[in-house]
C-alpha cells in the first residue's frame, strides 16, 4: 500500500487520480466511486479501477481512499491482482505499477 499526504482537498484529488488513472491504459475503467462528506468539510472519497492486461489475460484492481478527517490530506492506494491461476497467482509487479499511477498523478502535491 502506498501512502501519502497532500495539500489539495479529497474530492479535488480524486479527479486529478481518476483523470491520470484512465488515462493510464484503454482498458481501465473506474468500477466504483464512494463519496461521504460531513457538514463540517470533511469528505472521505474511495475510487475502485479495474485494467485489463492482453499480455497475461489477467485484471488488476487498484483501490483508493482519499480522506481529510484529521485535517490534512491523506490518500492510500494499493493494487491487487494481474495473476493466473488459483494456486501460482503472482502478479509480477502489476498491482504495485498500478498503484504508481496514484503516486504520479499527485507527485505536485505532496506535503514535504
Given at each position: 500500500m502506498q501512502t501519502l499526504t497532500i495539500g489539495i482537498p479529497?474530492?479535488?484529488?480524486?479527479?486529478?487520480?481518476?483523470?491520470?488513472?484512465?488515462?493510464?491504459?484503454?482498458?481501465?475503467?473506474?468500477v466504483g466511486e464512494y463519496v461521504n462528506r460531513s457538514a463540517d468539510g470533511?469528505?472521505?472519497v474511495m475510487l475502485v479501477f479495474e485494467k485489463y492486461f492482453m499480455r497475461n489475460s489477467s485484471r488488476a484492481s487498484l483501490s483508493?481512499?482519499?480522506?481529510?478527517?484529521?485535517?490534512?490530506t491523506w490518500v492510500g492506494a494499493t493494487g491487487s491482482g494481474g495473476?493466473?491461476?488459483?494456486?501460482?497467482?503472482?502478479?509480477?509487479?502489476?498491482?504495485?505499477?498500478?498503484?504508481?499511477?496514484?503516486?504520479?498523478?499527485?507527485?505536485?502535491?505532496l506535503l514535504r
Open positions: 479529497p474530492l479535488e484529488a480524486a479527479e486529478v487520480v481518476r483523470t491520470r488513472v484512465l488515462a493510464s491504459g484503454s482498458s481501465v475503467e473506474c470533511r469528505d472521505v483508493v481512499v482519499l480522506e481529510n478527517v484529521n485535517g490534512q495473476g493466473q491461476g488459483a494456486v501460482f497467482s503472482f502478479d509480477w509487479g502489476t498491482g504495485e505499477e498500478f498503484a504508481a499511477v496514484v503516486t504520479t498523478a499527485l507527485t505536485p502535491y
